[in-house]
């Protein structure tokens, strides 16, 4: 699955079902998991925000140039490719971030 399939059922399945939308905010790493069939790695950091309406959110992408610790596997790579961001649109909008430190 790629980043933006795992995307679409996310946003699908949170504006569908409120209990998953409720998981989705209190345990993201579980909730993606049961999304995907898989554990998420351990440095696979995840956040959840709900947008405000007089609120602006701003994700600014790692730095490229930057050193990283440790290489990230290919399946890692597919789950974050560059970090995740989506905000899905409706009568209350949900953010999702995914970071790899």
């Known amino acids: ?3 933006k399939q795992l995307e679409n059922q996310i946003i ?3 504006w569908r079902d409120e209990e998953f939308r409720q998981l989705l905010r209190s345990n993201p790493r579980k909730a993606i998991a049961e999304v995907l069939g ?6 696979l950091q995840i956040q959840v925000l ?3 309406p007089d609120t ?3 994700v600014i992408p790692a730095n490229p140039n930057a050193k990283e610790e440790a290489p990230l596997s290919p399946e890692e790579l597919d789950l974050v490719a ?3 961001m989506f905000t899905v649109m409706g009568p209350q ?3 999702l971030c995914l970071i790899c430190p």
């Open 1 to 3: 699955m790629d980043k």
């Open 12 to 14: 699908e399945r949170v």
């Open 38 to 43: 898989m554990e998420l790695p351990d440095r």
């Open 50 to 52: 709900e947008e405000q």
């Open 56 to 58: 602006l959110y701003l």
């Open 82 to 84: 560059g970090g995740s």
């Open 93 to 95: 909008r949900l953010s």
